[in-house]
């Protein structure tokens, strides 16, 4: 079993920043890529972004959507079994509730909420114009 605890969330202005963190327990060594994703009011779930889990943490095993790319980041400490998403330039539309997701598969549509089989109970982020 694969445990996922998302925190982090809260209320900024546009423009602020925040910084998001998932917590994962459990069968870590079973973990092939961890996403984050997200979901608005009256919106269907998207990507925001992936990271290959237990390889490489420098940012070479990273994949981001269109929506995220020179905003956000996201990064992977392997010590603490923690995936980072920092969200900065944040704006209105950016409001959502944001999940951690897992796989221990090898995604063929990596940015694709199907291929992810474990879920957090997600972290609300508000942004004010």
């Known amino acids: 079993e694969v445990i996922l605890a998302e925190s982090g969330g809260g209320s900024v202005q546009a423009g602020g920043s925040l910084r998001l963190s998932c917590a994962v327990a459990g069968d870590t060594y079973s973990i092939n890529h961890i996403a984050w994703f997200r979901q608005a009011p009256g919106h269907q779930r998207e990507a925001v972004a992936v990271a290959c889990y237990g390889g490489y943490t420098d940012g070479r095993c990273t994949y981001y959507a269109d929506l995220a790319k020179g905003r956000f980041t996201i990064a992977h400490d392997k010590a603490e079994n923690t995936v980072f998403l920092q969200l900065n330039s944040l704006k209105p539309e950016d409001t959502a509730v944001y999940y951690c997701?897992?796989?221990?598969?090898?995604?063929?549509?990596?940015?694709?909420?199907?291929?992810?089989?474990?879920w957090g109970q997600g972290t609300q982020v508000t942004v004010s114009s």
């Open positions: 997701a897992a796989t221990s598969g090898v995604p063929n549509r990596i940015l694709w909420e199907g291929e992810y089989n474990h």
